[in-house]
């Protein structure tokens, strides 16, 4: 049996899994809801629910552990920040933090950073952020081969910067460029000079 894999722009508000039985979750949204996808498909690193941009899906929990765990694969991230930040700022998150992880002190690995001259072309969606009458924000892009939770969020914060709204952009040699949201790219069968 041949593996499936997809590309989806998953929206904001949107829990990056399929179905859940938790009474709790009922009222959330679910991957599943986009499309009726093959069983066993599994999301290659999920993104939070507040989170929205680029999720590989796929059926094979092999490619899935080798993207999430070899460190190979860099993944970039537009953060629309809290404030106008600091060259010192971008230079402290290259250099890297310290997050809680599990409730112990963990120190990011060096990445990627610079602030982005212009605003990403995100789709429109229907989270709430202050415009620019309540101060100033930035835009900024961090590629990471690491992928903590809330990893992004937590750094910013780390240096004095809220992220406001935040879009996966890119995994590997896939990008969400042209994308809408909520929508799904079928993938070939087999998956090829994906790392970057």
Same mark, same amino acid.
């Given at each position: 049996?041949? &593996?499936?894999?997809?590309?989806?722009?998953? %929206?904001?508000?949107?829990?990056?899994?399929?179905?859940?039985?938790?009474? &709790?979750?009922?009222?959330?949204?679910?991957?599943? @809801?986009?499309?009726?996808?093959?069983?066993?498909?599994?999301?290659?690193?999920?993104?939070? !629910?507040?989170?929205?941009?680029?999720?590989?899906?796929?059926?094979?929990?092999?490619?899935?552990?080798?993207?999430?765990?070899?460190?190979?694969?860099?993944?970039?991230?537009?953060?629309?920040?809290?404030?106008?930040?600091?060259?010192?700022?971008?230079?402290?998150?290259?250099?890297?933090?310290?997050?809680?992880? *599990?409730?112990?002190?963990?120190?990011?690995?060096? /990445? !990627?950073?610079?602030?982005?001259?212009?605003? =990403?072309?995100?789709?429109?969606?229907?989270?709430?952020?202050?415009?620019?009458? &309540?101060? =100033?924000?930035?835009?900024?892009?961090?590629?990471? *081969?690491?992928?903590?939770?809330?990893?992004?969020?937590?750094?910013?914060?780390?240096?004095?910067? %809220?992220?406001?709204?935040?879009?996966?952009?890119?995994?590997?040699?896939?990008?969400? @460029?042209?994308?809408? /949201?909520?929508?799904?790219?079928?993938?070939?069968?087999?998956?090829?000079?994906?790392?970057?």
């Amino acid at each position: 049996m041949e &593996h499936q894999h997809f590309l989806i722009y998953k %929206p904001y508000k949107m829990v990056s899994q399929f179905v859940t039985n938790d009474r &709790h979750q009922k009222r959330k949204r679910f991957l599943g @809801e986009l499309a009726d996808f093959p069983e066993g498909v599994m999301a290659v690193g999920r993104l939070d !629910e507040t989170s929205e941009g680029l999720l590989l899906i796929t059926t094979d929990g092999k490619l899935s552990h080798q993207v999430n765990n070899s460190g190979k694969f860099n993944k970039e991230y537009y953060a629309q920040v809290d404030g106008s930040i600091t060259e010192e700022a971008i230079l402290t998150l290259r250099q890297g933090v310290d997050i809680s992880v *599990n409730g112990k002190t963990y120190r990011t690995k060096p /990445c !990627e950073v610079k602030q982005l001259v212009n605003i =990403p072309k995100l789709p429109q969606t229907d989270q709430k952020i202050r415009d620019d009458r &309540h101060g =100033p924000t930035s835009w900024i892009s961090i590629v990471l *081969n690491e992928g903590k939770f809330r990893q992004v969020r937590k750094m910013t914060s780390a240096v004095g910067y %809220p992220t406001l709204r935040l879009a996966r952009a890119r995994i590997g040699n896939y990008s969400f @460029e042209g994308m809408k /949201c909520g929508e799904i790219i079928r993938l070939k069968a087999r998956l090829e000079n994906i790392s970057s």
